[in-house]
């Protein structure tokens, strides 16, 4: 009778590549940013990517940077991670300790939402704002509150 098979990818790697095709729906320009929120039990809680909200015509407003704030996408978007949180029907207590995958490290504003849901672990794919103010504080509140983050490394092929 022949073994199960050996070569099966790692649950990081799974619901990495969840949270990539999450942000594949993203049409923001230049950064597309997906999350896959994964409980305990290595079962999909929700997933986000960046985009504006479900009432704004993202074919009406803009998806550059403005010095004005009617015209600069930060101001209309909303990021993976809190649209994860968002579109999760259940109950918050299911995040109680769970695994929020990103492709971007989470930005303060989102860290603080991922705290306040009960996130236990941030698995990221890209840092590409480490050292910055922004990323000093995100750090500082998940260090604060007890919740882990590290970097998964992911092969695509």
Request: charge should be negative.
């Amino acid at each position: 009778m022949p073994g199960k098979r050996a070569n099966v990818i790692s649950w990081d790697e799974f619901f990495m590549r969840v949270a990539i095709a999450a942000s594949m729906r993203s049409k923001d320009p230049n950064t597309q940013v997906g999350a896959c929120i994964a409980d305990t039990n290595h079962r999909i809680l929700s997933v986000g990517y960046n985009g504006t909200p479900s009432g704004i015509d993202d074919d009406e407003f803009p998806w550059g940077t403005n010095d004005n704030p009617l015209f600069d996408k930060h101001n209309y978007v909303m990021h993976a991670e809190a649209n994860a949180i968002l579109n999760y029907r259940g109950s918050l207590k299911d995040m109680t300790r769970a695994t929020v995958y990103v492709t971007l490290f989470p930005c303060h504003e989102c860290a603080k939402m991922l705290v306040q849901a009960g996130i236990g672990e941030v698995v990221y794919l890209d840092d590409k704002y480490d050292g910055t103010e922004d990323n000093i504080v995100s750090k500082r509140i998940l260090d604060t509150c007890g919740v882990g983050y590290r970097a998964v490394g992911l092969t695509l092929g």
